[in-house]
């Protein structure tokens, strides 16, 4: 399960790609701003952070996007990789960069 901020253009975006991606429906997508349903952690960390749940863990930040990308055929040799420990810090650094930028590529 993915919980993503439905509304945030830049994630809606990023959420289709990934669907149309999912060819085996094997993600299942929660827009965290619709509120239809309950939160796993504060509704607030889920928006402000990507989340999803993988074999029954809670996931945030490149670790969530790794556990997404295992699931989609095309993207699932980058999730495996971000197994290694170096290759997920790697990604949490720029995820932690792209939080700070945005804001502003929200209002482009």
């Known amino acids: 399960m993915v919980w993503f ?4 253009p830049l ?11 999912d060819r ?4 299942r997508f929660v827009d965290v701003a619709a509120g239809d349903e309950a939160c796993p952690v504060d509704r607030a960390a889920l928006l402000a952070r ?5 074999n029954g ?10 556990a997404m990308w295992r699931a989609i055929p095309l993207l699932r040799l980058l999730g495996l990789l971000a197994r290694n420990r170096m290759v997920l810090a790697r990604l949490e650094q720029a995820y932690l960069r792209f939080l ?4 502003y590529l929200r209002k482009r």
């Open 5 to 8: 901020d439905g509304g945030c």
């Open 11 to 21: 994630c809606r975006r990023e959420i289709a790609l990934m669907r149309r991606l």
């Open 24 to 27: 085996r429906a094997a993600i």
């Open 50 to 54: 990507f989340h999803a749940s993988e």
């Open 57 to 66: 863990r809670l996931l945030s930040g490149a670790a969530a996007f790794a």
């Open 100 to 103: 700070r930028v945005r804001p």
